[in-house]
């Protein structure tokens, strides 16, 4: 209650303290807020008005699909305009609810509170139940539009099985009289077709020229550009005998998709420019599209079959079938093709010029009938030849299935449901040509992400002779390009197979705004647009990172002629602090929140603190040892039993490779926990220590000298600090010296021991200087574990058969030495 009060004389002494200011301020803002009130009520009072005419438009009887589609986007527009109105509050609505919670809660019932607050408190609720009231008329808009956009698609499903499901009598499409249509309609295209061309060669002849040129140099760029990069990448090379899988598919794959790419770019340029200089009229800019694309479509089909057939090549193809086989094959397509196509065309050509419908009929029955004699022709076919020369026919599925469609066809025709009939011809031709285009681009993707594939390639063999490509990064680079093709396909085909089954480009133009902006799930929207640009963002900061770590080590340390380990240090440093920034931007450009990954990080520091402290202390040692730098890539150190060179420094662990040329991956923690010697930590000079032994009786400062002139003469060993023959011990069995020799790079060591001990054999070899083998402590544990020392008889005897044993040893050196002089014994 106290609290309470304290707090109500507090906001009554700010009321009070700021009024003139407060109130000037609040007074602008309410006519700030009660404008932006008025705008976005007419914004909403607009949508409602183009609603309600749209909605008038649907119940029309003459709405074709392609209406439909278009009303639906406008409505979905709407949509979107009238959520972004209710937007348009948030920051004012987040304003007054944390104006309200300042103030407080009301007082309670006998309660009073000052003018001033009370005011305020009754301004605020009045703004907010004013935009309550924008932002729910919003809504509510935005939920009649869903349930309207929700009774086109039931309108376009009617629709679309209305025209498979409708049957027509054929009593008089089959009549003399649609002959005579035919030839009327016939004559009338003639004349119109006359008479534009007479227009165009005697007003616009320098137009048609100049946009027939035009389209050409647009259509060459394309087709010779592709000639120029991929060389025969699209065309069969016939010198090759027996070309390979991947080189047979990318063929048929390219060699249909440029040419036809080129095909397309011709004639759709053309249509633009000849529109462009008003060459075409109305009626006959619609015939021209049309038959453009007839022919687009047959080029496609000739081409795809030739290139998967391949009559000319039989080492070419990818069906093994024979040649006349082939050719029949590539004929009969390209001819259902052609029938399709004219009959396409003809239907522009009657809905046009307004002709009955018994010539559609008509038309569409002679059509449809072809098509189904063509499939049953092809199921029939019999392309293979067996070993004792007999003709196979296709697989069992494979022939039903064109048969079967070839008398569905047929019969749908003949029953009189011509739409179904001409929809499932239509299909099998332009669907299938689509399909086994991309299915073969499929195969040539995976062909090329396969271990060894790209480098097969015409590109592969370029990269790799003009580059320091390796089989491994031309691998990487092929598993790259399978993925863009597989996008690419997907891209260009999934479209056009959509379009082939009825929807309309509103229909996909609506889903790709829809995967771009992102579908909501929760509260969590995913956008596919925004997931490829935080991709991208993060893979131009990858590459930049790595562009950036190869400048600074190459152009600015190596100039400076920095250390080896600090520029690897601060390579690894620089890398990674790049990497961690590319995705922390990559993330805020795909859209994600990164304080919704408060979830994720708690269950991460959960996962640390059960099971992951070694990594994290490896990691945290590894950061310590790219600091301190302890050790740095190159130099020798001792870890234990390990022992070598150090080859890498990562986060997690170092790797060091052992002179046996082992690599050893050793988690940095044992390297800061446990004790590491580094024989190049400061500078390459170390000491080496080298020890011999010579018998009893020598003269022990002639092998002083004779020891330190061959330390000396040798050449890796330094003058200053100076070598030192050390007197180390009365050994067990022999005298023992130590020569300590310091040289400028200890990895030499290994080298200069060597030396050095050759050197001491042949010096003490001309010296006659006996370097004992006779284990003098083995000897006296045997005598005193077999005859006890205070056994004076025991004792005689032993030391007999030691004199005996010493004079023999002798004897066998002498005569040693005397044999590797070349001399032959002395008997005596």
Known sequence: MIFRLLRLILVVIVAVASQPWHGAMAQAIGHGSAQLIADQTKVIQDLTTKTDGLEKKISDPGQDDAELVDIRLRLENNSRAALNSALAFRSRLNDINSRIEVL??????????????????????????????????????SIRISGVVDRIATMRSELFRSVLTKRYELTDALSPQAFSDAHDQFTGL?????????????FKFQAVLA???MALALAAVLLIGGRRLFGRIFEPNPSVEDPSYLSRLSVAFWSTLLPTAALGVFLASAVFFF???????????????????????????????????????????????????????VGLATAMALVLGLNYFLSVVNEKMGSPLSLTIARSFVATIIVGVILILMGLLRPFRARDGSWRPWPAWLRFIAI???????????????????FVSFQVVVTGTILVTAYIGFLSARAIGEEGGFADTSVGRWLSAKSSYEDTAL????????????????????????????????????????????????????????????IVVFAIGYFVTRWFQGWLDGSVMARGKVDTGVRNSIRLAVGYAGVALAALVGISAAGIDLSNLALVAGALSLGIGFGLQNVVSNFVSGLILLAERPFKVGDWIVAGDISGTVKKISVRATEIETFQRQSVILPNSNLINNAVGNWTHRNKLGRIDIKVGVAYGSEVKRVHALLLDIARAHPMVLKNPEPFVLFANFGAAALEFEI????????????????????IFDTFEDEHIEIPSTPRAVVETKKHEAWPIDDDKMEVEFAERERLEAEAAAEQARLARTKRKGRKPDPG
């Open 475 to 534: 691998d990487q680079l092929g598993l790259v390009v399978s993925i863009a093709i597989n996008l690419m396909i997907v891209l260009v085909f999934l479209p056009l197979i959509l379009l082939m089954w009825g929807f309309q480009p509103g229909d996909i133009e609506a889903w790709a705004y829809k995967l771009a902006t992102g579908a909501t799930i929760g509260s969590v929207t995913i956008s596919v647009l925004g997931i490829l640009t935080g």
């Open 190 to 202: 003639y004349k119109a077709v006359a008479s534009w061309l007479t227009f165009a060669f005697k």
């Open 404 to 422: 079967g469609l070839g008398l569905f066809t047929i019969a749908a025709t003949l029953l009189g449901y011509i739409g179904l009939a001409l």
């Open 740 to 759: 300590r020799v310091f040289v400028a790079d200890v990895m030499n060591g290994s080298t200069v021991q060597n030396d050095i001990r050759f050197a």
């Open 104 to 141: 407080g809660p009301p007082p309670a019932q006998g309660q009073q509170e000052p003018a001033v607050v009370a005011n305020e408190r009754a301004a605020l609720t009045a703004e907010k139940a004013q935009i309550n009231a924008v932002v729910a008329s919003a809504q509510n808009l």
């Open 211 to 213: 946009a027939t040129l």
């Open 275 to 329: 529109n462009y200089y008003n060459v075409l009229r109305g009626d006959i800019g619609t015939f021209l599209n049309a038959l453009l694309a007839v022919i687009g479509m047959v080029f496609c089909v000739n081409r795809l079959t030739n290139a998967a057939l391949e009559p000319r090549l039989p080492n070419w193809r990818l069906i093994p079938v024979e040649t006349d086989p082939a050719r029949w094959l």
